[in-house]
């Protein structure tokens, strides 16, 4: 039996800057926004307006549960989530850009689906730039959030 080799433990098989294309899609695995997230992004960016955790003061404005910080719901595209960041491997070198809109509320108990479109793919002289479009749905199908994220890569 071979000696173990933490380096070559790897989900998806690797992929440089030039085997990706523009075009490509990569999603996510869905999550549920329980009352778990809401708490755990709570205690992580110390936001405390009741319009994340008290059903009361939600209930008297007029929404039906928790309502979910725009951040909160931007995280369901941490790139790290889907196998696009696993296929980059080793080439990726950094986040460096992104941008969002946020579409329609994000509420305890609903369902998101994100997903990364490659929209340009621009090679500089040792690294190259990936840029994604990011979509995120909901389990009725309604376009919550998107935006872009841009990737610093090895070539």
């Known amino acids: 039996m071979p000696a173990f080799d933490p380096a070559t433990h790897q989900t998806h ?8 294309a523009v075009g490509e899609v990569f999603r996510a695995p ?17 936001d405390n307006h009741p319009i994340h955790y008290d059903r009361a003061y939600l ?11 725009g951040y ?3 995280i369901q595209a941490a790139i790290g ?3 696009l ?9 950094g986040f460096i850009a992104q941008s969002s809109r946020f579409l329609a509320p994000v509420h305890c108990g609903d369902t998101l689906y994100p997903a990364f479109e490659i929209t340009d793919l621009t090679r500089q002289a040792t690294t190259g730039v990936m840029t994604v479009a990011v979509t995120i749905h909901n389990q009725d199908g309604v376009l919550v959030c998107d935006g872009s ?3 610093l890569m090895r070539l």
Do not use: K, N
């Not at 098989?13 to 990706?20: D, S």
């Open 85 to 93: 960041a696993h296929q980059m491997g080793e080439a990726l070198i």
């Open 81 to 83: 989530a889907s196998p």
């Open 72 to 74: 909160q719901t931007l």
């Open 59 to 69: 209930a008297r404005m007029g929404h039906r549960d928790l309502m979910a910080h």
């Open 13 to 20: 098989a690797p992929r440089g800057f030039a085997e990706l």
């Open 30 to 46: 869905s999550r549920t926004m329980t009352e778990g997230v809401f708490a755990a992004f709570q205690a992580a960016s110390g």
């Open 149 to 151: 994220q841009s990737y």
